[in-house]
């Protein structure tokens, strides 16, 4: 089974080629993704930059210790996604299985907090555009923060869900194994990915979290 | 139109008797059918954008205006510009001629993702589709560029459906571009260096860098203004706290860019035309191609000129004019090496060239009259003016749809296998630009008169300007129907066109007419560069006459 040429689509010359191809449209993909966020990170440090004070006073209503757990959980499943990915390259079919169950439970546990921390908001009356009152003489410079809030969170919860998706379609392919030391290119892409939208979260924690913890 | 009898269609399996069906086209993954579906696409785009544009020159007779009210006018050239610049002049020469030739022209057998290729026609489809939705339930009135709080809080019409089909068109764009990017990456055949590259592909390669780093940014930017619009929130709306300008930053960081996806191909294809045409290699490859990056790369820092008038700081818009200026530069080169090129070249005047050398004419007009606008005092005169809108429709129209039919005219041989008809096409082409310049050029002397743009009605003085406007539309019209009809009789009655009719130097005359399914019996190996007529001993010359086919003997000495 070190040969896998039902992996190999016949418009390449070979297994190599079709990995540089797969490999660069990911990175170009993930370079989208930068673009993307970038849309809504300088439309966020815009409003902050107009609306400093509300933005702090905003920031109040989320959690930062629970940010951080979140945070934490999310580190802890690019660990498992990189053991998966070793685990591939070895051809190790039982450890890739669980690395990549463990990544989705992880995953599944970020989402889960996530949820729990919308609900809150929703609890709290500040969900802009829905329903929404804030103390104060700031309220409409704090809804800003709040439509960045979820705007950002949504746009990076979407980017989870897809992403424990296709773990989940990696997960039946590696149970059946699929994946061999010479053929394992999805698996290392998902990997990319993953990191990614990790590396989105650990810009937007301290963006929405900790603007104002100094006080 | 000359009686040619029907040529027995000579029996090689090719890329278009492979398979038969509706299925075998909707579900192809072959990147020739592709092309040819999105062909069909933006046809259908194009006529739609034509006929607002009918109405709005029909409309623009007579000075109080014949056609409709100040509201249903605000539609009119709304539509004509959204549908025009995101479903025709963006995705046109790069998915139908760059989706059919750049596998062909680097020696590769399809493009690296063929089924994200076919996903991206029905992403564009599926976009197109709320966009004549919102045409339908009774469009929109914001202009192309949106600009909140305008689209977000004030317009009535259909904003939130025309911003979500643009949303989804753009992913169409952003996987092209990163299709694209992968394939002359890693596609290449052997001894295809980065050297050897047609310029075709130098220019697509730099087009599919703006669509990978610029349509993301515009589809965050829309989706923000279609959230703002259904929950009444501030993002851009300044009552609530919003930035408008933010608005007008993120939009043109895209949509300047934008201009050199839609021009960037056109030179594309005018520099394999010029050089085709010439039988002379390409002066100074190596400037040409520099400047096809280059321009992709300046043009992401020039897009503050929108926005003189815009209220952003004195100092940005020097920054930008400067920057603006600079970005001419590598325009301006490539302009020169298409004239170095037909210095004592040997120039054939096949309808290709006719559009070739329009395209030069028309784009140094269009981007001399650019420099006007860069120029910061100048433009804050003629701002908002007819003057703006004769540029940009010199640089799109004149340059980009010139390049396109150029370009179909150049590979429709290569596409169906058959030669449409000679000289009816060059009537067509000198009724293009004849046209062309009756409509667009009265506009840049209304525009310098102080015309503006955007009003459904004018000052009696600009009627006759208005009048020889109009009927340059209706005669350019006529130029654009045609090619149509004899394309669409071509592909049963044109004589049979052979490999290599022209002939033309790249890799995609080297296989049949048209390609097998796989592009190449035998996967080329290179050993020439690009446009290398002098000793390229294996091309008959003078050029034959097209439906005579050339020896071929392959591969070249
Ligand atoms: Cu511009």
Redesign the pocket.
Same mark, same amino acid.
């Given at each position: 089974m070190s040969e896998a040429p039902y992996a190999l689509q016949e418009h390449f010359r070979d297994l190599e080629q079709q990995k540089d191809a797969a490999t660069l449209g990911m990175w170009i993909f993930l370079v989208t993704e930068v673009m993307f966020f970038g849309g809504v990170m300088l439309s966020y440090s815009t409003a902050r930059y107009l609306h400093p004070a509300a933005f702090a006073a905003a920031s109040h209503y989320s959690d930062p210790l629970i940010g951080a757990i979140n945070t934490a959980v999310l580190i802890c499943s690019s660990l498992t996604m990189a053991l998966a990915v070793h685990a591939s390259q070895l051809g190790e079919r039982k450890p890739l299985v669980g690395y990549l169950a463990a990544t989705i439970v992880l995953g599944c546990v970020f989402l889960a907090v996530k949820a729990y921390e919308w609900s809150h908001k929703f609890h709290e009356h500040v969900v802009p555009g829905y329903d929404f009152s804030f103390p104060g003489p700031e309220a409409r410079s704090a809804a800003l923060y709040f439509t960045h809030y979820f705007a950002m969170t949504g746009l990076h919860a979407l980017h989870m869900v897809i992403g424990v998706a296709v773990l989940g379609v990696l997960l039946v392919r590696a149970w059946k194994g699929r994946y061999t030391p010479a053929y394992h290119t999805p698996v290392e892409l998902s990997g990319l990915y993953w990191h990614f939208v990790d590396i989105v979260w650990i810009f937007l924690y301290p963006l929405l979290y900790l603007i104002d913890i100094h006080r | 139109m000359s009686a040619v009898p029907p040529v027995e269609v000579e029996h090689h399996e090719n890329y278009l008797n492979t398979s038969y069906g509706v299925w075998s086209w909707l579900l192809t993954t072959d990147h020739k059918r592709i092309g040819l579906l999105y062909l069909v696409s933006v046809t259908f785009f194009f006529f739609v954008g034509g006929f607002f544009a009918t109405l709005i020159r029909l409309h623009l007779m007579t000075p109080q205006g014949t056609l409709v009210d100040a509201a249903t006018y605000n539609k009119m050239f709304t539509m004509h510009g959204v549908v025009m610049v995101f479903f025709f002049l963006i995705p046109a020469i790069p998915t139908v001629l760059g989706n059919f030739l750049v596998p062909l022209m680097i020696g590769a057998k399809d493009l690296a993702f063929p089924r994200l290729n076919l996903a991206s026609w029905y992403i564009f489809n599926a976009g197109g589709l709320l966009m004549i939705y919102s045409v339908m339930r009774g469009g929109l009135d914001t202009g192309w560029t949106f600009y909140p709080p305008y689209s977000s809080l004030y317009s009535n019409t259909h904003v939130v459906s025309a911003v979500l089909g643009i949303f989804i068109a753009g992913f169409s764009s952003i996987l092209t571009g990163l299709n694209f990017l992968v394939t002359v990456h890693t596609m290449r055949a052997p001894g295809m260096t980065w050297g050897r590259l047609p310029l075709f592909v130098w220019s697509h390669y730099a087009t599919s860098i703006i669509f990978v780093l610029g349509t993301p940014v515009i589809a965050i930017t829309l989706a923000l203004v279609g959230i703002e619009r259904i929950f009444h929130l501030g993002i851009f709306d300044p009552s609530l706290g919003g930035d408008p300008v933010l608005f007008q930053h993120l939009f =043109?960081f895209y949509s +300047?860019p934008a $201009?050199y996806i839609m021009v960037l191909p056109g030179m594309a294809v005018t520099t394999e035309l010029i050089t085709t045409f010439s039988r002379k290699r390409l002066f100074g490859y190596g400037f040409v191609a520099a400047a096809s990056i280059a321009i992709a790369v300046i043009g992401f820092f $020039? =897009?503050g +000129? +929108?926005m003189f008038v815009a209220g952003q700081s004195f100092y940005a818009s020097m920054v930008f004019s400067i920057l603006s200026y600079l970005v001419a530069i590598p325009s301006a080169i490539k302009v020169f090496n298409w004239t170095a090129t037909l210095y004592k070249g040997s120039i054939s005047w096949a309808t290709p060239m006719l559009y070739g050398l329009g395209f030069i004419g028309l784009f140094v007009m269009g981007g001399m009259t650019g420099l006007f606008l860069s120029a910061l005092g100048v433009d804050v005169h003629v701002h908002d003016t007819y003057f703006v809108v004769a540029h940009f429709h010199y640089i799109m129209v004149g340059g980009t749809v010139m390049a396109y039919l150029g370009g179909l005219h150049y590979w429709w041989p290569k596409m169906s296998g058959r030669m449409y008809p000679e000289g009816l096409a060059k009537f067509a082409a000198v009724v293009l630009f004849i046209g062309f310049n009756l409509t667009f050029f009265p506009q840049f002397v209304l525009g310098y008169l102080g015309m503006p743009r955007r009003y459904h009605s004018y000052s009696p003085e600009f009627q006759v300007l208005n009048v020889m406007s109009t009927a340059g539309a209706s005669i350019l019209a006529v130029g654009y129907l045609l090619p149509m009809a004899y394309f669409i009789w071509s592909m049963r009655y044109g004589p049979i066109a052979g490999p290599n009719p022209w002939p033309g130097t790249g890799l995609e005359w080297l296989t049949a007419s048209p390609p097998p399914e796989k592009n190449f019996e035998v996967t080329p190996v290179v050993t020439w560069d690009a446009y290398d007529f002098p000793n390229r001993h294996d091309l008959k010359y003078p050029a034959p006459t097209p439906g005579f086919t050339p020896a071929q003997t392959w591969p070249p000495e």
């Open positions: - | =043109w +300047h $201009v $020039v =897009w +000129h +929108h």
